[in-house]
């Protein structure tokens, strides 16, 4: 099988390192550079887009905001796997939270706004405090704002404004303020035949918007309540492939934050948790094979490497730590790769975390090293 995954990040390349035992190989269309590009060595073979759609037998994405030329060439070629819908709904906050009051599946109450009026409008109906979020573009906390107190009304206003006018079909969502405990997300495949398979839900830590820690957790109630949910909106979207969703627990209810239709950085830690990891269950899905197992097989945390190219060697000779590089440049604050940490029991885990805190700076991983402090 051969799938050309749009994107060529760290996504596609997790994916080609899962395709490979399975025979399934990917190339991927770099959607800046305009070049299909092999997504471990980005050496382009001098194909263009249509010449890599015809040599695909599937055609699927590593994110969702994507020009909407590409995807229309790709849904025509009927190869794009999960579909043009899930894309959108994951890239514009207005088709999402449509998508979700569809499917039954609770979420923070909203309002769309698209100039000064509907955000007093927004404010009689959402209530303060509040979130604004761009509806197209938004991704790790960004094109967001707080409104905390009526008084700030007129300066964020003058921001929103200027983000409405940056872009064509731009609008601001302003949702609810969620007084949540924490941030849990599930990663799952839903098959062509119907059939799901999720992975255990994970805690989620962010730092600054942006995903630092994610674990495994073993809570019943609150993983039945998550698939319930998953299963509403795959089956809505008739979806194929992985799909992500983010909650906010609130004292043990869930309401969505947010979809991702695609392989998600909540289910790194599935490399060496569980039986079969996130990637090539989107494969699976995808090139129509069957679902493997999602079974928890060692208690896992994964640490997200953000702006650092390189870490201390005693993390990679301590047991149970599985460093994975994305090959990518260094900036500040980028995504650089993910250690997984592992361990047969929660005690265990907790030890080497504290552990990994004592080698790791504090400036690269503050939450580990909160973590550690309240340990
Ligand atoms: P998002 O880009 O929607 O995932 O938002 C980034 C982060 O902002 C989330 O991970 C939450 O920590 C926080 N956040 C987003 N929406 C809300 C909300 N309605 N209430 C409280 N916190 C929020």
Known sequence: MHVLVLGAGQLARMMSLAGAPL???????????????????????????????????????????????????CEKSGKFLPSTEAIKAGGDRRIEKKLLDGAGVKNAKYFVIQNQDDFKQAIEHVG???????????????????L???????????????????????AIVAEEFVPFGREVSLVG????????????LAENVH????LSLSTAIDDK????????????????LEYVGVLALEFFDVDGTLLVNE?????????????????????????????????GSTRLIRETTMINILGEDTIPEAVMAMEGC??????????????????????????????????????????????????????
């Open 128 to 146: 303060v405090p509040m979130v604004l979020k761009s509806a197209l573009g938004g991704y790790d906390g960004k094109g967001q704002w707080r």
């Open 221 to 236: 109630g609150l993983q039945e309540q998550a698939k319930q949910m998953f299963t509403a909106v795959a089956d809505s």
């Open 148 to 170: 905390k107190d009526v008084g700030q009304a007129d300066a964020i206003w003058s921001e929103m404004a200027e983000c409405i006018a940056a872009s064509d079909n731009q």
């Open 189 to 200: 495949a839903r098959g062509k035949d119907g059939s799901v398979a999720v992975y255990p």
């Open 322 to 375: 599985h460093i994975h590089w994305y090959g990518k440049e260094k900036r500040p604050g980028r995504k650089m790769g993910h250690i997984n940490v592992c361990s047969d029991d929660q005690q265990g885990l907790q030890s080497k975390l504290c552990e990994l805190a004592k080698v790791l700076d504090k400036g690269a991983f503050p939450a580990l090293h909160e973590f550690a402090d309240r340990s």
């Open 23 to 73: 025979n399934i190989k990917i190339t991927a269309y770099d959607v800046g550079s305009e070049s299909v590009v092999h997504p471990l060595t980005q050496m382009s073979g001098g194909d263009d887009l249509e010449s890599a759609i015809r040599q695909a037998d599937v055609i699927t994405a590593e994110f969702e905001h994507i020009p909407l030329d590409i995807l229309a060439i």
């Open 207 to 210: 730092t600054n918007g942006v």
């Open 259 to 291: 979809i991702a239709p695609r392989v998600h950085n909540s289910g790194h830690w599935t490399q060496q948790g569980s039986e079969t990891c996130q990637f090539e269950n989107h494969l699976r899905a995808i090139c129509h094979l069957p679902l």
